[in-house]
């Protein structure tokens, strides 16, 4: 599914440069980072509702294709500038994390564990 | 015996949460210009990471020394913090002693030490309470750990 | 190590070493040394950025003529679509055959149907490709030297199929054998190159082995004597042969931002132009983005073959020029299609090997490369980061990598160096 659709289903607003031509086939969710690190996928899209400096960190270690903050929450501009550098798009949603992974997951997307 | 080709030490300081994970980078950077394989620099890095988490949280202060061989990668994670009394327990997904200050930092649930040792080839865990810990963790180049 | 041949000459006689081509060059394969530029054999992707830029006209394409292929009994064009934009508007496709007839060619071959070919043939290795997406085309010989140099990984990806060319140039060798009786190798297929990258993919095709064609000629090299007798022809109103070569608006499509107009639209299909926008690309591709196009066709030059450094006519003219020709062409022709059909079961369009990764950062085994890398980041330490490239190379970076290499010397930066700036002078003969 397109990073544009899911963008649309979750009523995302963007906060970085956003390159809708990324294919999201599988997604990562959680609010602790190492399960992250321990059940990514290369090229996953990342849901979560941590947004200091690690969760970019840890986007980048994850290889992530995209970053989607929930719960409406946003990071700070560092935060932001660090994802930048390493060319992460990064988008929030107002939705929570439970409803937002049951939107993905009804729309047919599967995580990756 | 596998030679030692480049050996880079990195200090760590306990609390500081902002600069984790820049040692990480700066390693999958020289890697990658190496001409290492994805897989196995995705490995280090995930080790790496983790390490820095550990020592940023738990411990004073500690060392992570990167050292490539011709035919591994070993890093050492050397901290003088407050040690892990029970280390059986402490490889056991989802135990953890983290504050919620920790968790709020998206680490802390009992997952960092066991990510580590699924990412390492060989892995090795000492500690000593009231002294401080030291994790090994070995990779091979070819990927055929 | 493996000599790479390139499409150009660097004139030493002319080069005013003024490093417009060094910092111009995508690869950064070019140094100056004594005040001459120089290209790095194995690092040069022939996209020709340099012979561009180049103020003193000292960088050339090495172009072959007709004489050359004297040898031959019996030469067939294979002109590159690009050519028939290049005249004026009422020198018509027919009358620019007359002209490469009336230059010397014994035939000028249908290349339209080559062309209909490879587009059935990656449309059907699309349908069978279960590899990672998307599949990269190969008819820019600059792009797949590209990913030779900077995307080895990304060869995979490269679809292994010759490009149309290739394919002609076999064809018009067993043609001609049966129709005149003559053995292959006295006949030359000679393609009309409208860029000096398709040359240099001729005499040496980056996946090894040989090309089917003989060589080929940059549009310049016939430019004046086909148009001389093409215009001829349109005020006598006499042609010798009155078959269009361009019969349909797909072929047309060819030498347009887009060529492939006619791949169906099940395929998603994606077409890149320009070095810049190309490595952009390739980039993202190598993230695993667009991992939803089938089908990526990247063209080093702006705007498509018709902007090659080969052509005659400005890119937007020529297009304008066909477009309008495509007008009144039928979508598809029958005539093409028909042997299309004939020849279409029995081509075999695959490529013999997979290029491999030029051998250029990973050179030598771990142990070397760890002793660069040290010696690198030690040296760049050094460095001012200026990248004022009066050392001769395009930053302080590229410097501190050759120094490792053993290429340069630490004294040629001026910082590092108090002889640097006197030996300039001298050699730019500069007095202060």
């Known amino acids: 599914m397109r990073l544009e659709e899911i963008a649309a289903k979750l009523g995302c607003e963007t906060l970085s440069a956003v390159d809708h031509d990324i294919d999201v ?5 959680s609010d602790g980072m190492s399960e992250i690190l321990a059940f990514h996928r290369p090229h996953a899209l990342m849901l979560t509702g941590l947004t200091n400096i690690q969760s970019v960190r840890t986007a980048v270690v994850a290889d992530v294709c995209a970053l989607i903050y929930v719960r409406g929450k946003r990071p700070d501009a560092k935060v932001l500038a660090l994802a930048g550098e390493h060319g992460i798009p990064v988008l929030a949603t107002p939705r929570g994390m439970f409803e937002s992974c049951g939107i993905l997951y009804e729309a047919g997307l599967e995580g990756v564990m | 015996m596998p030679e030692e080709l480049l050996s880079r030490s990195f200090d760590l300081h306990s609390h500081d949460f902002d600069k984790a994970g820049e040692i990480s980078t700066e390693i999958k950077g020289m890697l990658k210009e190496l001409g290492i394989d994805s897989q196995v620099i995705r490995r280090v890095v995930v080790v790496c990471f983790e390490a820095e988490m550990n020592v940023v949280m738990y411990a004073d202060e500690g060392t992570l020394t990167f050292v490539l061989t011709d035919e591994d990668i070993n890093i050492e994670i050397a901290d003088c913090g407050p040690g892990i009394a029970d280390v059986d327990q402490a490889l056991e997904e989802g135990w953890s002693t983290a504050t919620d200050e920790m968790r709020e930092m998206g680490f802390g649930f009992g997952m960092g030490l066991p990510n580590i040792r699924r990412n390492s080839d060989s892995f090795d865990l000492r500690s000593k309470v009231g002294v401080g810990t030291t994790v090994t963790s070995t990779i091979r180049l070819d990927g055929l750990g | 190590m493996a000599e790479y041949a390139h499409g150009f000459v660097i004139r030493e006689s002319d080069c005013a070493g003024c490093m ?12 100056v040394r004594d005040g001459k530029a120089r290209a790095i054999n194995e690092l040069c992707i022939d996209c020709g950025a340099c012979l561009t830029v180049c103020p003193s006209g000292a960088i050339r394409p090495t172009s072959r003529t007709l004489d050359d292929f004297a040898d031959f009994a019996f030469k067939v064009a294979v002109p590159s679509p690009v050519l028939f934009g290049q005249f004026p508007q009422e020198v018509r496709p027919e009358h620019i055959v007359h002209g490469l007839l009336a230059v010397g060619f014994d035939a000028v071959w249908d290349f339209g149907v080559d062309l209909r070919l490879t587009t059935l043939a990656i449309a059907d290795y699309l349908d069978r490709w279960d590899g990672p997406r998307p599949v990269i085309a190969i008819t820019c010989p600059v792009v797949v030297r590209l990913l030779q140099v900077s995307y080895p990984k990304l060869l995979e990806q490269l679809i292994r199929m010759k490009p149309p060319r290739e394919i002609a140039g076999r064809e018009v060798k067993r043609h001609y054998a049966r129709e005149l009786g003559l053995p292959q190798d006295q006949i030359a297929a000679i393609y009309i190159a409208p860029c000096q990258a398709k040359t240099v993919s001729i005499d040496q095709p980056a996946e090894g082995g040989r090309s089917t064609l003989d060589g080929s000629i940059g549009i310049p090299g016939i430019y004046n004597s086909v148009l001389a007798s093409a215009t001829d022809a349109v005020k006598r109103g006499e042609i010798r042969i009155d078959a269009s070569p361009v019969r349909s608006a797909t072929m047309v499509s060819w030498s347009t931002p887009r060529p492939l107009a006619d791949l169906p639209s099940h395929h998603r299909y994606m077409s890149v132009t320009g070095l810049p926008n ?13 991992k939803h196009i089938d089908f990526l066709e990247c063209s080093a030059c702006w705007a498509g073959c018709g ?6 006519d400005n890119v937007y003219l020529s297009q304008a020029k066909l477009q309008s020709l495509a007008v009144e062409l039928p979508e598809t022709d029958p005539q093409t299609e028909a042997e299309v059909a004939r020849r279409y079961p029995d081509e075999d369009f695959a490529l013999e090997r997979i290029p491999e990764p030029r051998t250029t950062v990973a050179t030598g085994d771990l142990r070397e490369r760890v002793r660069r890398l040290k010696e690198a980041e030690r040296l760049e330490g050094l460095l001012p980061g200026l990248d004022c490239g009066l050392c001769g190379t395009p930053s302080c970076k590229v410097l501190a990598r050759d120094v ?10 001026v910082f590092l160096s108090k002889h640097r700036i006197a030996e300039l002078r001298r050699v730019y003969r500069c007095r202060m």
Do not use: K, W, Y
Request: some cysteine.
């Open chain 3, 278 to 290: 190309v490595i952009r690309v390739f980039d993202d591709v190598e993230r695993g983005r667009l």
């Open chain 3, 20 to 31: 417009t081509c060094m910092r111009a060059c995508p690869t950064q394969a070019i140094r």
């Open chain 3, 404 to 413: 490792a290499s053993g290429h340069a010397t630490r004294e040629d930066c």
């Open chain 3, 307 to 312: 902007n090659g450094n080969l052509t005659v």
């Open chain 1, 25 to 29: 086939d599988a997604v990562v969710a």
